[in-house]
Nanobody, 121 residues
Framework: QVQLVESGGGLVQAGGSLRLSCAAS????????MGWYRQAPGKQREQVAV???????YVADSVRGRFTISRDNAKNTVALQMNRLGPEDTSVYYC???????????????WGQGTQVTVSA
C-alpha cells in the first residue's frame, strides 16, 4: 500500500514559479510510474507529467518547456518544477504513483489529496 502527500502549492503571480513535491510512504516494494495531474473547477482531470522508474519523462504539450518533472527513487519522492506560470495553470494538482510487486507487475494505483495552485493575472 502507498500513501501520497503533496506539498508546495500556493498563490503566485503570473510569470512566477512553484515547486511541487510528493512523498510516498507505506509498505511497498517498488514504485513504477509517478506523475502529476491537475483538475480545474468544472474541467476534467488532465495528465501534466509522468516519469518512469528509469527516469523517462512525458510532459503535456500545454506545459512542455515550462514544467520539469523529476524523482528521487531513494527517497520515494517526485517533484514538479513549474516556471513561467500563467492563470491557465490554476488548478488542484494531484500526485499519482503505481505500485509494483516483486515481479515488476503493477498491482496498485494511488493518488494524493491534491494541492492548490493559484496563479494571479
Amino acid at each position: 500500500q502507498v500513501q501520497l502527500v503533496e506539498s508546495g502549492g500556493g498563490l503566485v503571480q503570473a510569470g512566477g514559479s512553484l515547486r511541487l513535491s510528493c512523498a510516498a510512504s507505506g509498505n511497498f516494494f517498488r514504485l513504477l510510474d509517478m506523475g502529476w495531474y491537475r483538475q480545474a473547477p468544472g474541467k476534467q482531470r488532465e495528465q501534466v507529467a509522468v516519469i518512469t522508474n528509469d527516469g523517462l519523462t512525458y510532459v503535456a504539450d500545454s506545459v512542455r518547456g515550462r514544467f520539469t518533472i523529476s524523482r528521487d527513487n531513494a527517497k520515494n519522492t517526485v517533484a514538479l518544477q513549474m516556471n513561467r506560470l500563467g492563470p491557465e495553470d490554476t488548478s488542484v494538482y494531484y500526485c499519482n504513483a503505481e505500485e509494483s510487486d516483486y515481479a515488476g507487475d503493477m498491482i496498485g494505483d494511488y493518488w494524493g489529496q491534491g494541492t492548490q495552485v493559484t496563479v494571479s493575472a
